[in-house]
């Protein structure tokens, strides 16, 4: 095997937390925001939803001013908003706010500027619409129309920004492990019951269902005598798309679950009982492990190798699992330091399958490592 810096001697790492803000703001939403020039009447012309002034003019179809910022189709950043729009040349432009459209407007403004600060908009998430007319030699011309959304969010997204998860989605068991199916379903086992397991080869019954992510349910219950209670195992999915569990409770068996037939077969013993066990599928298909002091003894727990063309484990003394020591003070093991000891030490460690055997160990051990698969093991 060979040393690599670990990452645990990088200290200080951060955390990031996401926080959702909404902005408050006060006052009252009528009149007109401030900046605004001239009187706060709505602008003549094709306003929907404002009053019209007694007098008319006809809207020429001539282009009028167009918004720069905010950009349109965006999220507002608060209750307050600055609108900017090109120089038209116009006497006066209008602008006209509504929430949602159709509404009566929130704002109807006219100014001589081409810019303008608004106040006391909707912060719910919700649709705004934002029309813009300029006034050329005393003709209000067509208007130009922006939408944007509200700062804050809908009662919808607030509910799901406060609930993230969904409602619990009932299963006709209680997984003590779980797999990935290659066409996306999850597949779901218990030992000794829908809800229990045990270490007595008497009750290593395996309880299976497969969960459907696109329809939120599970299958039926299925039973097999399989002999082997699959609790805390090891996991590879082969390149077949079948699952290998090698390990757990029933410390020394594999099973593999066949996704075309949807049933679990007996393979080969492990030469080494191990619970909580790491396992990784190697380039060639073929599946590599190591520790598990959880269960069949504490240490001891050297490497194995599971063959896809002969379907049965070797034993790898090249790799063992030990923990930490003065003899081994100069070239870190695989295991710890860990204050439990090896029994939790050498657990589920962060394998890597690569290429011509080998495996890449990324801890959590002290050390990280390069590990050959090839003959004994190195």
């Not at 929430?99 to 500027?113: C, K, Q, R, Y």
Request: glycine share 14%.
């Amino acid at each position: 095997m060979r040393n690599v810096p670990s990452m645990r001697a990088f200290r200080g790492l951060g955390s990031v937390s996401l926080a959702f803000l909404v902005a408050c703001g006060g006052g009252s939403s009528g009149g007109g925001g401030g900046g605004a020039q001239g009187s706060a009447a709505a602008p003549a012309g094709k306003v929907q939803g404002a009053t019209a002034s007694a007098a008319k003019p006809t809207a020429s179809e001539e282009p009028g001013a167009a918004l720069i910022s905010p950009a349109p189709g965006s999220k507002l950043s608060g209750r307050t908003a600055t609108f900017v729009w090109s120089d038209r040349g116009a006497s006066e432009y209008g602008l006209t706010i509504e929430s949602p459209p159709g509404a009566p407007p929130l704002h109807d403004i006219v100014t001589t500027t081409t810019s303008l600060s608004v106040h006391d908009l909707p912060a719910d998430g919700a649709e705004i619409l934002v029309r813009l007319r300029s006034r050329v030699d005393g003709e209000w011309l067509a208007a130009n129309e922006y939408g944007f959304t509200a700062a804050g969010y809908t009662a919808a997204q607030s509910t799901a920004a406060s609930k993230p998860w969904s409602d619990p989605i009932p299963l006709p068991l209680v997984p003590a492990s779980a797999a990935h199916l290659p066409d996306g379903r999850l597949l779901l086992w218990a030992g000794r019951s829908p809800t229990d397991f045990s270490k007595s080869s008497w009750h290593a019954w395996t309880f299976t269902s497969v969960f459907d992510p696109a329809t939120q349910a599970a299958g039926g219950l299925s039973i097999t005598a399989t002999g082997h209670q699959m609790f805390c195992p090891g996991l590879s999915m082969l390149a077949d798309g079948s699952i290998l569990v090698s390990g757990g409770s029933n410390a020394t068996r594999t099973s593999l679950y066949n996704p075309a037939l949807g049933r679990w077969a007996v393979g080969a013993q492990l030469g080494i009982a191990r619970a909580y066990n790491a396992s990784t599928i190697l380039s060639d298909g073929s599946v590599f492990t190591v520790g598990g002091s959880f269960d069949g003894g504490q240490g001891g727990k050297s490497g194995e190798l599971w063959s896809a063309s002969t379907r049965t484990w070797r034993t790898l003394a090249g790799v063992p699992s030990e923990m930490p020591s003065a003899a081994n003070a100069s070239d870190p093991p695989l295991n710890g330091p860990d204050a439990a000891g090896v029994y939790r030490g050498d657990n589920h460690m962060w394998l890597f399958g690569a290429a011509d055997g080998w495996v890449f160990h990324a801890g959590p051990a002290a050390a990280m490592h390069w590990i050959d698969t090839r003959g004994s093991g190195a």
